[in-house]
């Protein structure tokens, strides 16, 4: 069993940057492909970006790409999204997961964290 805790939510200016952080329990964190997701007010959980076990392979949507970075320390089970340039819409809970090998982040991800707020003020 993986326990995710993410950290670093807040309210910020549109325009501004945060930096989340997702903080991982258990023994194999560097085996799992890692994935941020948000849900905004009445709209569905989306995808944000994810991260190979490796750290090599990243990917994002559409509309974060460019603005906002993902990366991880498996030595300190953590994973970390850089937010900048942000803008009113990127407002919603973000939420850390995991997917063990072999399993899509995408659609198949197998453990979540509880979510942290982010606030963005226009």
């Known amino acids: 069993q993986v326990q995710l805790v993410e950290s670093g939510g807040g309210l910020v200016q549109a325009g501004g940057s945060l930096r989340l952080s997702c903080t991982a329990s258990g023994r194999t964190f560097s085996t799992y492909t890692m994935g941020w997701f948000r849900q905004a007010p009445g709209k569905e959980r989306e995808f944000v970006a994810g991260l190979s076990w490796s750290g090599d392979s990243s990917y994002y949507a559409d509309s974060v790409q460019g603005r906002f970075t993902i990366s991880r320390d498996n030595a300190k089970k953590s994973m970390y999204l850089q937010m900048n340039s942000l803008k009113p819409e990127d407002a919603a809970v973000y939420y850390c997961?995991?997917?063990?090998?072999?399993?899509?982040?995408?659609?198949?991800?197998?453990?979540w964290g509880q979510g942290t707020q982010v606030t963005v003020s226009s």
């Open positions: 997961a995991a997917a063990r090998s072999g399993r899509d982040i995408l659609t198949m991800p197998d453990y």
